[in-house]
Nanobody, 122 residues
Framework: QVQLVESGGGSVQAGGSLRLSCAAS?????MGWFRQAPGKEREGVAR????????AYDASVKDRFTISLDNAKNTVYLQMNNLKPEDTALYYC??????????????????WGQGTQVTVSL
């Protein structure tokens, strides 16, 4: 039921920054980001609990990426700093209404944005 619209992808040099945005059409308890590179499985990047504001990150992006939420706009953001070539992927926003906010719950819910491409070059 929830519709997600993503924006903010692009091409940057290594060490650069991008900010992804994802606007949700309805209320959700949990929102997050996944990414999928060619030939690879979709992997969780970060998630945030709407009620508590508590974030969590995959180890591969910890201390480089920051997830945040604008409750008024019902929009989740992913600030990506110090980007590396291995961050290159199609990034998907995800949302779930479950009170248990985890990447596994987001994956199971199956509410995905359309995907936005992030390309990082040397």
């Amino acid at each position: 039921q929830v519709q997600l619209v993503e924006s903010g992808g692009g091409s940057v040099q290594a060490g650069g920054s991008l900010r992804l945005s994802c606007a949700a059409s309805g209320y959700v308890n949990c929102m997050g980001w996944f990414r999928q590179a060619p030939g690879k499985e979709r992997e969780g990047v970060a998630r945030i609990n709407r009620g508590s504001g508590a974030p969590a990150y995959d180890a591969s992006v910890k201390d480089r990426f920051t997830i945040s939420l604008d409750n008024a706009k019902n929009t989740v953001y992913l600030q990506m700093n110090n980007l590396k070539p291995e961050d290159t992927a199609l990034y998907y926003c995800a949302a779930a209404q479950s009170p248990f906010c985890a990447l596994s719950n987001l994956r199971r819910a199956g509410n995905w944005g359309q995907g936005t491409q992030v390309t990082v070059s040397l």
